[in-house]
């Protein structure tokens, strides 16, 4: 794959002289369209060997376009509070809104192959971590997102001239770093892992192109036109159609039962056995996470249910157990114009509790598969293909260390009623129902299909649902203590 940037390509000064005027123009031409049209980002990958050129071909890319929409991204090993999240939380949190340009320098590629490299994993782990890579981009792409990836490639040879030339003179000695000749000293198996990553990871929504970074000329004037073709091709073509085919639907019951409906609605606590097993299992949270074993963990916790169900009851009850430094409930409404303007999925990654910590969703990244799904706010393919990218976010957070806890709390019709005509009359909670909560009724079936659905897809064994019946609240918030009590004493 490396082999034709290995051919010595050069430019002349005077034909690089010539060109770059009319792609500087055309550059910022593209990039004042993208900007006012905003209906995709860019995400540009410099990555290659050390010394290729990837920081200077980022300085020529700022230098030839407006710097105000450029975010560019050198990233290094992860740090302490990186290392706390999962791999791809610090890549989640830098991408480019829509209409703005992101290069990152040091991607998603870098460990992986590094860590190949290094002997410090296997073939089986790399081959792991760029299957998880290719989700991750082909999400980004089904977002709508433009993915250009290069490759800057130099020959061993050319590399340690390039090494030694630097060193060579005192202004630019400091560029050449141990780990820069370590690298080399691993050339050969570098050059593998990274032949491979590319192999498995070019693909038609994320191709990589690979240039020859010994000439500064013909590498600059190579990764410009790339870049502007990709743009230029993208802002002429129409909002692309979604090509790829959903999964098919969950199939209706056939007894016209589901699995909300065969819950049993009637289940109660009295008042005083409620008292007695709240003061216990809110006593046993709160001891369970003191555990020494939990600064290595962190818990997230989703709640999601029917409008009026208790969600917020419940989670007030999970609080009064915690440590008030140590949590953070976090309401999810409509989108902002930042977050429509972003992935799906990027609004959750950014709220990851460090170890030690617990996040409580009051809505969630469901969202998308039921009010999405059911008011029609999202395409058909966007919340079918929803349920695995969601499997694989869940996925990657246990990998990590983080505990999930999911928590949908069922009521019936009836119950609803009577808890939307008791807000109503009483002042201080008139502020919790609004006409929206009236006219979700009226699709009460179809929000109860997504919710089966839902509970169908993503209920897994690292991250199963816990369905709560909540037509009597002091029931459904002892069984959400008692669901959360269980599964720390399991995990810790």
């Given at each position: ?430 502020f919790k129902i609004t006409e929206e909560d009236w006219r979700n009724r009226e699709k009460w079936d179809d929000y109860e299909q997504a919710v089966c659905d839902m509970v169908e897809r993503t209920s897994s064994e690292i991250a199963p649902w816990t369905l709560i019946e909540a037509n009597d609240k002091r029931f459904a918030r002892v069984k959400v203590l008692k669901t959360l009590c269980k599964l720390l004493e399991e995990k810790l």
């Amino acid at each position: 794959m490396f082999q034709s940037a290995e051919l010595g390509h050069r430019l002349e000064k005077k034909a690089y002289e010539e060109q770059v005027p009319r792609l500087r123009e055309a550059l910022l031409e593209a990039q004042m369209e993208l900007g006012d049209k905003a209906q995709f980002p860019v995400i540009l990958v410099l990555a290659g060997v050390e010394g290729a050129g990837k920081g200077e071909t980022l300085k020529i890319l700022n230098e030839w376009m407006d710097p105000r929409f450029i975010a560019g991204h050198a990233l290094g090993p992860p740090s302490d509070e990186e290392r706390e999240r999962p791999p791809m939380w610090r890549y989640w949190r830098r991408l480019p809104p829509k209409g703005r340009i992101g290069i990152f320098l040091g991607s998603w590629y870098t460990q992986p192959i590094l860590a190949r490299t290094y002997e410090r994993c296997g073939h089986a782990e790399l081959d792991q971590a760029m299957d998880r890579i290719l989700r991750f981009e082909r999400m980004l792409a089904d977002e709508g997102a433009l993915i250009l990836k290069v490759w800057l490639h130099l020959s061993q040879q050319a590399q340690r001239e390039r090494f030694t030339e630097l060193e060579s003179k005192k202004a630019t000695r400091w560029r050449v770093t141990p780990e820069d000749w370590r690298q080399h000293e691993h050339y050969d198996a570098l050059r593998r892992a990274a032949e491979h990553a590319l192999r498995q990871t070019s693909t038609a929504d994320a191709p990589w192109l690979v240039v020859e970074g010994a000439d500064p000329r013909y590498r600059h004037l190579a990764v410009g036109q790339a870049l502007l073709a990709a743009l230029q091709q993208r802002l002429a073509a129409a909002p692309p159609a979604h090509s790829r085919q959903p999964a098919p639907p969950a199939l209706p019951a056939i007894n016209g039962l589901t699995l909300v409906q065969s819950l049993d609605l009637s289940k109660q606590l009295a008042k005083k056995d409620y008292d007695q097993q709240l003061e216990k299992y809110q006593g046993r949270l709160n001891l369970l996470l003191r555990k020494r074993a939990f600064a290595k963990k962190s818990l997230i916790l989703v709640f999601e249910g029917f409008d009026a169900a208790g969600k917020g009851g419940a989670i007030r009850r999970v609080t009064a157990a915690l440590d008030a430094r140590r949590y953070r409930i976090l309401p999810i409404a409509a989108p902002s114009d930042e977050e429509r303007a972003q992935p799906y999925l990027w609004r959750f990654w950014r709220h990851l509790p460090r170890h030690g910590r617990v996040a409580i969703f009051d809505r969630s990244w469901y969202g998308r598969v039921l009010v999405e799904r059911v008011e029609g706010y999202c395409e058909v393919a966007d919340w079918m293909r929803a349920y695995g990218e969601i499997n694989d976010f869940e996925e990657q957070l246990v990998r990590n260390g983080a505990m999930v806890a999911k928590f949908f709390l069922v009521i019936d019709k009836d119950e609803q009623l009577k808890r939307f005509k008791a807000r109503e009359q009483t002042n201080f909670k008139r502020f919790k129902i609004t006409e929206e909560d009236w006219r979700n009724r009226e699709k009460w079936d179809d929000y109860e299909q997504a919710v089966c659905d839902m509970v169908e897809r993503t209920s897994s064994e690292i991250a199963p649902w816990t369905l709560i019946e909540a037509n009597d609240k002091r029931f459904a918030r002892v069984k959400v203590l008692k669901t959360l009590c269980k599964l720390l004493e399991e995990k810790l």
